[in-house]
Nanobody, 119 residues
Framework: QVQLVESGGGLVQAGGSLRLSCVASGRTFSNYVMGWFRQAPGAEREFVGS????????YYADSVKGRFTISRDNAKNTGYLRMNSLEPEDTAVYYCALASRIGVRFDVWGQGTQVTVSS
């Protein structure tokens, strides 16, 4: 059974940083594209960014470009989302997800981790 478990969320002041982790089990993590998404209260889930299976290509939403960095360690079956210069607008539940390749639907999701940024 495939499972993704996020961790690292919490409460941080504006301007602060957090690093989220996403640990995968039950699949060969290195075969999959990993994405990060977020959903704020009352809002649609939105794409934050993604990283290719090998880690050499990343994509980011304009809203986080230059502040967030996605990385992965395939040897540890773990992906990361480093968030710097956090803003109250970044408050959301953050999810990691897997897709078989770039451009296809993400079909495995974690349970999410709450990030709250205070002003």
């Amino acid at each position: 059974q495939v499972q993704l478990v996020e961790s690292g969320g919490g409460l941080v002041q504006a301007g602060g940083s957090l690093r989220l982790s996403c640990v995968a089990s039950g699949r060969t993590f290195s075969n999959y594209v990993m994405g990060w998404f977020r959903q704020a209260p009352g809002a649609e889930r939105e794409f934050v960014g993604s990283i290719s299976s090998t880690g050499d290509t990343t994509y980011y939403a304009d809203s986080v470009k230059g502040r967030f960095t996605i990385s992965r360690d395939n040897a540890k079956n773990t992906g990361y989302l480093r968030m710097n210069s956090l803003e109250p607008e970044d408050t959301a539940v953050y999810y990691c997800a897997l897709a078989s390749r770039i451009g296809v639907r993400f079909d495995v999701w974690g349970q999410g981790t709450q990030v709250t940024v205070s002003s």
